[in-house]
């Protein structure tokens, strides 16, 4: 309890997605369990230790079965772990199933060592791109001849993402697996190479929100590559 009383405040400020919220209530649900078990279990453990310990004049009790025993200790924690489970799989489920239609689509390029965001224009459609296209102009690799692309806005270093509006993040890589990882939103999602994953997310909290919450003028939500 003093551990995580005195550091867990250090940590992550609280959830700035909807998702992240989620992720935070079932973490705090499961920390709450392992409260309620371990505390009696040694409060037991040590009870049993100090009345039991070997003494002249007390033999043990030969006692190698007790059905009941055996089904109290198979059956409550059989149910507190489908409980836990159960909770997981929705919230999984609910983090990984695809994104609305009318999400805001945004392409996460991953390199050593940068990010590359492009979104994707009016027509909420990424161009396509090919590595094979890959040059110094072109560090995407966007198809030119793809229309569909004409309108999307290449930025680095910094993107824009609104409040209450769903993004549906695209991840590629050119090297080698990256990781998007966005604490602040609890998401994270590796990129690799050859292929195409997505995440996403909607946004609770502004920057100017979270650091008056953090009394904290220069915080900034951050992306990170969270690979060694």
């Not at 009790?61 to 007790?66: D, K, L, Q, V």
């Not at 609104?162 to 890589?173: I, M």
Request: net charge neutral; glycine share 4%; charged share 20%.
């Amino acid at each position: 309890y003093w551990n995580m009383s005195s550091f867990v405040p250090l940590m992550l400020p609280v959830a700035a997605s909807e998702h992240g919220a989620t992720l935070d209530w079932l973490f705090n649900f499961n920390i709450i369990i392992l409260y309620i078990v371990f505390i009696p279990t040694h409060i037991v453990l040590f009870y049993f230790a100090y009345k039991y310990y070997g003494r002249d004049n007390h033999r043990a009790t030969y006692y190698p079965h007790n059905n009941k025993l055996e089904m109290i200790w198979t059956i409550i924690p059989a149910i507190v772990l489908a409980v836990i489970i159960i909770f997981g799989i929705k919230t999984w489920a609910k983090i990984t199933a695809p994104a609305s239609k009318d999400a805001i689509v945004i392409q996460l390029y991953a390199k050593q060592f940068d990010w590359t965001a492009r979104y994707a224009g009016k027509d909420s459609t990424l161009g396509a791109s090919n590595y094979k296209l890959i040059t110094g102009e072109n560090p995407l690799g966007m198809d030119i001849t793809d229309q569909k692309g004409d309108d999307d806005i290449i930025v680095r270093n910094e993107f824009h993402i609104p409040k209450g509006k769903e993004v549906e993040f695209k991840l590629n890589a050119r090297d080698v697996i990256h990781s998007a990882f966005m604490p602040h939103f609890r998401q994270q999602m590796n990129c690799v190479p050859g292929m195409t994953t997505m995440m996403h997310l909607t946004a609770t909290i502004t920057t100017a929100e979270m650091r008056e919450k953090l009394n904290n003028p220069k915080f900034d939500y951050v992306l990170i590559c969270n690979k060694i």
